[in-house]
């Protein structure tokens, strides 16, 4: 990124001389040449004919020449973005494999000690999960050239068979709705979102949702059967749900997570009604 950023700021310097000094110097230069030698040959009809023919020219070049720089400068950015997206995912999901496994180890050692070995076998039962919940993590993101849906559809059919936890999902947004990086904040929700049902929710089915709400619009529903969200537990102010929540706000989506009417939970995320609407 702070290599774009140069380059972005040498490219500015150059458009502004450019800016500054060729039209000055072109059409000048006409003007120069036409009345010092040019009026005995050429009318001043004409020579107003050419300097705009000249004029016309020169913008459409010069325009031409600048919007095509723009253009790779954005396209640029957009990719250096992406790339930076990705990297800090990694890293998210180095912390969550290292603080995982951490507290797994330390309570594999506990039982060890202790000579429990039922609790020991959990511990490292534990820790494979979540080394293998990271593998899928990482062959998820947008690294991989497939679409977001099918890579989703991947990560949902190897979560089900990890966790015996059965999924129901209905994708129906095009490819190409999301940039590399709302990729990877939209994937974070929805990992996260798996994560804790996996750990908290005791759930057996569970179901998302990702499709289009008007013209611009979309909406995203998690649900599980489980048992629901303990008010008593602090929820609100976990590490996780506070990602999700910040994920949520740069996505420019509204976030919501409830427990439902007929049990188990709800997760929805909308775009295009009081975020970043069309």
Do not use: C
Request: aromatic share 10%; no cysteine; proline share 2%.
């Amino acid at each position: 990124m702070a290599s774009a950023k140069v380059v972005i700021t040498l490219t500015y310097r150059k458009l502004f001389l450019v800016v500054v000094l060729l039209p000055p110097l072109i059409i000048g230069g006409f003007e120069f040449i036409r009345h010092d030698f040019l009026l005995a040959y050429m009318s001043m009809e004409t020579g107003n004919l050419y300097i705009t023919l000249i004029a016309f020219l020169l913008s459409f070049l010069f325009a031409s020449w600048v919007f095509g720089m723009i253009k790779r400068m954005n396209a640029r950015l957009v990719e250096e973005q992406a790339r930076l997206a990705v990297y800090q995912e990694r890293e998210r999901l180095a912390r969550e494999l290292h603080d995982g496994i951490a507290q797994s180890l330390f309570f594999l050692n506990v039982k060890l000690r202790q000579g429990q070995l039922e609790e020991a076998r959990a511990a490292v039962s534990e820790i494979d999960r979540h080394v293998r919940q990271a593998i899928f993590n990482l062959r998820a993101l947008p690294e991989e050239g497939h679409s977001f849906t099918a890579r989703l559809e991947k990560w949902l059919a190897q979560w089900s068979a990890l966790t015996g936890v059965e999924v129901e999902h209905q994708l129906d947004l095009p490819d190409g709705r999301f940039t590399p990086a709302e990729q990877v904040q939209l994937f974070g929700i929805v990992q996260e979102a798996f994560a804790n049902i996996r750990k908290h929710a005791q759930a057996r089915h569970a179901r998302i949702v990702l499709q289009q709400e008007g013209k611009q619009g979309w909406r995203l529903a998690i649900t599980d059967d489980g048992k629901g969200l303990d008010p008593q537990a602090g929820w609100e102010n976990k590490y996780g749900m506070m990602m999700m929540r910040e994920r949520a706000q740069q996505l420019g989506a509204d976030f919501a997570l409830r427990t439902r009417e007929t049990g188990g939970t709800e997760l929805l995320l909308v775009f295009g009604k009081g975020g970043k609407s069309a």
